[in-house]
């Protein structure tokens, strides 16, 4: 009896230590959103994801904008900071790209 008592306590405590060891993020999804407006002001947000890059907590947030036809950005989850940034202007390519699969860019 005493033995479980003690591995209770035990499992209890590596519990508290486990949530401990991984904190919040710093900032929220609504925070990354918002930073992604800021900078593309009228984005429309197509995807907040949390994420893991090179040990660091990011956001990957996809979006788009009157001047960014397809942007993705990756933001550091306990600072703000913006560390990549994948911009794609050119219509024309994905329209085309798209166009294959029998769609019209005027569709849009």
């Known amino acids: 009896m005493m033995m479980k008592k003690k591995l209770s306590a035990l499992l209890a405590l590596a519990a508290v230590t486990c949530m401990g060891i991984v904190p919040a993020f710093a900032i929220s999804m609504q925070d990354a959103e918002q930073i992604v407006k800021n900078?593309?002001?009228?984005?429309?947000?197509?995807?907040?994801?949390?994420?893991?890059?090179?040990?660091?907590?990011?956001?990957?947030?996809?979006?788009?904008?009157?001047?960014?036809?397809?942007?993705?950005?990756?933001?550091?989850?306990?600072?703000?900071?913006?560390?990549?940034?994948?911009?794609?202007?050119?219509?024309?390519?994905d329209c085309n790209r798209r166009h294959r699969h029998n769609r019209h860019c005027s569709d849009w």
């Open 39 to 93: 900078e593309y002001p009228g984005a429309v947000i197509h995807r907040v994801e949390r994420d893991y890059d090179d040990g660091r907590r990011v956001y990957e947030v996809d979006f788009h904008s009157d001047s960014v036809w397809e942007g993705d950005l990756t933001i550091d989850a306990d600072t703000g900071r913006i560390l990549e940034r994948d911009i794609d202007n050119d219509r024309d390519r």
